[in-house]
């Protein structure tokens, strides 16, 4: 059997700096990975269990109408994202299967070209790999060259960096992409995570953006960090009607199938904002406190406005700084997991226990 041209799995790589910060003798504080450690709000575990949870036959691919809508209102709610069709929405695996996929999905192939971000979630490449197709990184809009470019990832706020995108470069991008008839793919899971970010992050599909016409765009969203459900596996992608109804029928045909169970405990967290409110709030909270602990410890933090991590510089090679950070007790991830430009940069997650965040912050006060 053949194997895939995969990159190594990073975190694999990290073996023995996990080593080194779990035998810390007040034990280590995980901060390499964005796995939500706080609850998952009640209304959400009751919506699970409930009514549909007894449903004996298959769910659909599309959702029900309610939770299409409530995607919708929720959209326009929390956003200001007006005109999406619910028909134009479609629940999902989480959003890295999505994301994974999508290229695929798309009927990318080989001699199409995938554009990712200079510093990006590694699944972005794997995903054009996955395809057969070409990736090539860049924050700009000419590097992809004589490329036959179809489909452009964006991702505000970023992981890793936090970095918010203003308008004025996600309409050049949405223009540039429309004239090369390439799909502009927006991962928006950071999007209810604000932070400190003045505009605050919009969606692509925002009319500041695209003026109200969702052709050839896509917004991809997970309900694995603002409302804890990593778990659940729940996401969803909404936008242009005529590729979200694309994707629909491939994934009808290959059984990409969110459960019921799951889909009313996604109808009920895009129904709620309360929950996503206090999480944002804690994360806001812990970046604040591990902001000043790294920059105390010497360490340089840039952009880091929102989302889920700080991108953190000890002007030195990115494994370096996770190994004398790990024998403090404190793993992160190098800079490098997510591109070249990375190598002198780590990525610290908020996700944590406070804690554990406390315990962190005390451990870079006396470096």
């Known amino acids: 059997m053949s194997r895939l041209d995969l990159p190594d799995f990073p975190w694999d790589s990290l073996t023995g700096a996990r080593e080194r910060a779990a035998a810390h003798p007040d034990g280590v504080v995980d901060l390499s990975v964005g796995t939500p450690v706080d609850p998952v709000p009640g209304v959400l575990r009751e919506a699970l269990a409930g009514p549909a949870a007894a449903e004996p036959g298959y769910p659909t691919t599309h959702g029900p109408a309610s939770l299409r809508e409530a995607v ?17 929405v479609v629940p999902t695996i989480g959003s890295k299967e999505l994301v994974a996929w999508l ?17 990006a979630y590694p699944t972005y490449e794997v995903g054009a790999r996955l395809a057969g197709a070409g990736h090539v990184r860049s924050d700009g809009l000419t590097a992809a060259g004589p490329a036959r470019v179809r489909l452009v990832w964006l991702n505000s706020p970023s992981n890793p960096t936090g970095r918010v995108l203003p308008v004025e470069h996600l309409r050049k991008v949405v223009t540039w992409a429309r004239e090369r008839g390439a799909v502009v793919a927006s991962d928006e899971c950071y999007l209810g995570l604000p932070g400190d970010a003045d505009p605050a992050p919009r969606s692509v599909l925002h009319p500041d953006v695209c003026d109200g016409d969702t052709t050839g765009l896509l917004a991809v969203h997970s309900l694995s960090k603002v409302s804890n459900l990593a778990g659940y596996r729940a996401g969803f992608v909404a936008g242009d009607p005529a590729l979200v109804s694309g994707l629909l029928e491939v994934r009808k045909h290959a059984g990409m199938i969110v459960p019921r169970p799951v889909q009313a405990a996604l109808e009920a967290a895009v129904s709620d904002d309360a929950h996503v409110a206090e999480q944002a709030a804690r994360y806001d909270a812990r970046r604040t406190r591990l902001r000043a602990g790294l920059e105390k410890a010497g360490l340089t933090v840039e952009h880091s406005q929102a989302g889920l991590y700080l991108w953190a510089s000890a002007d ?15 793993l992160v991830a190098p800079g490098e997991f997510y591109g070249p430009a990375g190598a002198q940069h780590v990525r610290v997650g908020l996700t944590a226990p406070d804690e554990r965040i406390d315990a962190a912050v005390e451990r870079l006060g006396a470096a």
């Open 72 to 88: 919708v209102a929720s959209l326009q709610r929390r956003f200001g994202v007006s005109g999406v069709d619910p028909a134009a």
């Open 103 to 119: 290229p695929t999905l798309l009927g990318l192939g080989a001699g199409d070209t995938v554009v990712i971000p200079e510093l």
């Open 316 to 330: 030195e090679p990115c494994r370096e700084t996770v190994d004398r950070l790990a024998g403090l007790g404190i």
